[in-house]
């Protein structure tokens, strides 16, 4: 059963580490967020991505949810006493990722070949495709001015208020290859339980991605990841309110709007069910919290199966 997922980085990563070991992970494809890449160093970093794939390696850094487990930082201190920025904490073998993403991409390689590339390398069985070769950079708008996702994120711990985000690059962006053809080939499309407006949102905005959701035959599922009236971790109650929306697993359909067959939202959410199938989508409520190993397959689980 061939299953796609759009995906950020740490919710999403936990959900696919599930997701790979109740399915084929030959079957399932990845299409992950690039608007969080940034260049570091005059290296290309692309979080997200590299937080899947480390993670489906089995690689990463647990208590963090990204990077590489045992990873140090020598480098980065080196850095900083060059009087270079700090504050995205790239390791030492994480670094070593960055260098050779960065070396074939000068030699011409696009991102879904080094992509695909590093993925193989580290025996990483599903296809990971960044939703475009464009660059596409999410901004944050707040009432200083606009700020980097990255600066918003991790310098600035997502203290400042937020008046706007942008996906800039998104309107020239085509999808990469592979893309727009894994959507019309699944069976399921998962929406991850990733950030709605900084992780899926930068995906959806590229042109054509969309379109592709509406029009697949396969059965479109989101899992929520608001849980009552706050996000599991991060920011995204914050961003979906500064875009108006409720933060809610109804404000995850909202933003979602037109494009679900399905929505999974947690055990404690299931006092919402019927304000939510009016809106015309089918519910299924579970155990949603990804705490460990046996609830990220049992998660897996209840949405490819699609019923509790
Ligand atoms: P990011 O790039 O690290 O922000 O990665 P994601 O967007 O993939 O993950 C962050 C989102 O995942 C947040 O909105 C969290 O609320 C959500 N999330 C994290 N862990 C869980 C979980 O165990 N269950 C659910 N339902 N959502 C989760």
New binding site residues.
Partial sequence: MKVVAL????????FLRGLCRVTDPADVTVIG?TG?DLEMWGLAVS??LD?VMYTLAGLVDESKGWGLAGDTFACRDAMGQWGQATFFGLGDKDIATHLVRTERIRAGASLTQVTDELRRALGVKSAILPMSDEAVRTHVRTPDGWLAFQEFFVRDRCAPAIVDISYDGADRARPAPGVLEAIAEAKVVIL????PI??VGPILAVPGIRQALAGTAARVVA?????GQA????P?GKMMAAKGFEVSALGVLAVYEGLLDQLVV?SQDAPLVARLETKGVQVLVTA????DAEKEKALARAVLEGSS
Avoid at 192 to 195: D, V
Avoid at 231 to 234: E, F, L, Q, R
Wanted: proline share 12%; with cysteine.
């Fill in positions: 995906a950020g980085g740490t919710g999403a990563a936990k967020n969080d979080p997200d937080t991850c339980p990733s950030n900084s992780s899992v929520s990841p608001i849980v996000p599991v971790s991060g995204a947690d949603s919290i990804m705490t």
